[in-house]
């Protein structure tokens, strides 16, 4: 029953997690490249300009959410557990959600990345 | 200054940026954990430990480091694909791992070498591949246009208003790129 509870957590991070990298990301790409954004109108543009986009707000609540999913599902299961296994599988949601929602052109060479990415961190945190 | 590279290729500064992201994410994560060690347990209930576990210069200095990471992550994300930089956070236990070794002579055991393998080649898989692919009309891969002239007229002049072009160019381009990889 408490694993059932610690997997449901996890879950809900790697959910919580991808939904606030995508709707950041997205929102990054409506602000458009602060680099160049901050040479032609200044440093208050570039944070007006993010802080003013509503995807950008929604992508931060997103990361909190996910944030006090992880604090509970610490405190169900154990963190070399929870760490490892929240952490690989939302490298993999983020590929699949980038591909879907975002439009990223996620080839080959990009899912071998993500899963050795998600492995080599699922047995370090591990 | 290097502003004589064209906008939208990776130069210099964004290397930097990337650098940053994974430094930032990595020594917030560790002052953060080594601070919280000091402090010891918060449960609910006593919420006021909170303020006495921000005033640990630890804890300050790892709150301060991940704002940083926070800053550099959105701006990597404002011209760079979110599967490009998400890996390079990843990066961040490569190094931890690496300073436990030879800074502090902790024992690495060969699983987690396995995992630093894992970790540094699926980056550098990333790290070969271009940028940023959500725009078909994006300057940062060159070389599959150049090699059809017709399509790359095609996706120049239809980024804006025609969306057939892309369709009919992303496969062929994401095809020729797999050729000399």
Same mark, same amino acid.
């Given at each position: !029953?408490?694993?059932?509870?610690?997997? =449901?957590?996890?879950?809900?991070?790697?959910?919580?997690?991808?939904?606030?990298?995508?709707?950041?990301?997205?929102? !990054?790409?409506?602000?458009?490249?602060?680099?160049?954004?901050?040479?032609?109108?200044?440093?208050?543009?570039?944070?007006?300009?993010?802080?003013?986009?509503?995807?950008?707000?929604?992508? #931060?609540?997103? !990361?909190?959410? $996910?944030?006090?999913?992880?604090?509970?599902?610490?405190?169900?299961?154990?963190?070399?557990?929870?760490? @490892?296994?929240?952490?690989?599988?939302?490298?993999?949601?983020?590929?699949?959600?980038?591909? *879907?929602?975002?439009? &990223?052109?996620?080839?080959?060479?990009?899912?071998?990345?993500?899963?050795?990415?998600?492995?080599?961190?699922?047995?370090?945190?591990g | 200054m290097k502003?004589?590279?064209?906008?939208?290729?990776?130069?210099?500064?964004?290397? %930097?940026?990337?650098?940053?992201?994974? #430094?930032?994410?990595?020594?917030?994560?560790?002052?953060?954990?080594?601070?919280?060690?000091?402090?010891?347990?918060?449960?609910?209930?006593?919420? =006021?430990?909170?303020?006495?576990?921000?005033?640990? @210069?630890?804890?300050a200095i790892g709150?301060?480091?991940?704002?940083?990471?926070?800053?550099?992550?959105?701006?990597?994300?404002?011209?760079?694909?979110?599967?490009?930089?998400?890996?390079?956070? =990843?990066?961040?236990?490569?190094?931890?791992?690496?300073?436990?070794?030879?800074?502090?002579?902790?024992?690495?055991?060969?699983?987690?070498? %396995?995992? *630093?393998?894992?970790?540094?080649?699926?980056?550098?898989?990333?790290?070969?591949? @271009?940028?940023?692919?959500?725009?078909?009309?994006?300057?940062?891969?060159? @070389?599959?246009?150049?090699?059809?002239?017709?399509?790359?007229?095609?996706?120049?002049?239809?980024?804006?208003?025609?969306?057939?072009?892309?369709?009919?160019?992303?496969?062929?381009?994401?095809? $020729? &790129? &797999?050729?000399?990889?």
């Amino acid at each position: !029953m408490k694993s059932l509870y610690t997997w =449901s957590a996890i879950v809900a991070i790697v959910i919580a997690s991808v939904v606030g990298d995508v709707l950041l990301s997205h929102a !990054m790409k409506q602000v458009g490249d602060v680099g160049t954004l901050w040479r032609s109108r200044g440093v208050f543009a570039v944070v007006r300009r993010t802080l003013g986009n509503f995807n950008f707000f929604l992508g #931060v609540s997103a !990361m909190a959410v $996910s944030f006090f999913c992880l604090l509970f599902a610490l405190s169900w299961g154990d963190v070399s557990l929870v760490a @490892p296994a929240a952490a690989s599988l939302t490298f993999i949601g983020n590929a699949v959600a980038a591909k *879907i929602f975002l439009h &990223e052109r996620v080839d080959r060479r990009r899912w071998i990345a993500a899963g050795l990415v998600a492995a080599g961190v699922a047995l370090l945190a591990g | 200054m290097k502003d004589g590279t064209p906008e939208g290729a990776m130069n210099f500064r964004k290397y %930097l940026v990337l650098a940053g992201v994974t #430094v930032f994410a990595a020594s917030g994560d560790s002052m953060l954990s080594h601070g919280m060690k000091q402090v010891g347990g918060i449960s609910l209930h006593h919420l =006021s430990g909170v303020i006495s576990a921000v005033l640990n @210069p630890w804890v300050a200095i790892g709150i301060l480091l991940l704002l940083a990471f926070f800053a550099t992550y959105t701006a990597a994300l404002s011209w760079a694909d979110l599967t490009y930089v998400l890996p390079a956070t =990843s990066l961040g236990y490569v190094i931890l791992a690496l300073v436990a070794r030879f800074v502090l002579h902790e024992h690495v055991s060969p699983l987690r070498w %396995l995992g *630093i393998a894992f970790i540094t080649g699926g980056v550098g898989f990333i790290a070969g591949g @271009p940028e940023l692919t959500e725009r078909v009309q994006d300057s940062s891969a060159p @070389p599959p246009r150049l090699a059809n002239p017709a399509r790359a007229f095609d996706s120049a002049q239809g980024g804006h208003g025609a969306p057939h072009a892309e369709v009919i160019s992303a496969p062929s381009v994401s095809r $020729s &790129e &797999e050729i000399p990889s």
